[in-house]
């Protein structure tokens, strides 16, 4: 625990700008799970509401921006597959939508 203690102690402004960064795409990617629970309690039953979508899209943007920050390809490539999935489903569930 020290460590890292030590660790952001000793960053940079612009490394400390990347971490509040990444850690908000982190809290944006961890409330689509709490959205998700909430709508499913309320409804009771599992349901996967449209914000899900979206907080996963707005999260997984950001995580990638710091991931290419970092420069971590397998990072990266996970956000990239993510998003393309958050995306494509999306555009699944306003297709359905428009047809009804």
């Known amino acids: 625990m ?3 203690i030590a660790n952001v102690i000793a960053m940079d402004r612009t490394e400390i700008i990347w971490v509040t960064i990444g850690l ?9 799970f709490l959205i998700q629970w909430i709508v499913s309690e ?26 290419i920050y970092r420069a971590d390809p397998v990072f990266i490539l996970g956000q990239s597959m993510g998003l393309f999935i958050y995306v494509r ?9 428009k047809s009804s």
């Open 42 to 67: 309320r409804t009771g039953r599992s349901t996967i509401p449209i914000a899900f979508w979206y907080f996963s899209i707005m999260g997984g943007m950001v995580l990638l921006a710091y991931a």
């Open 2 to 4: 020290s460590e890292i």
């Open 89 to 97: 489903n999306l555009r699944l569930i306003y297709k359905e939508a």
């Open 24 to 32: 908000f795409g982190q809290l944006m990617f961890t409330a689509r």
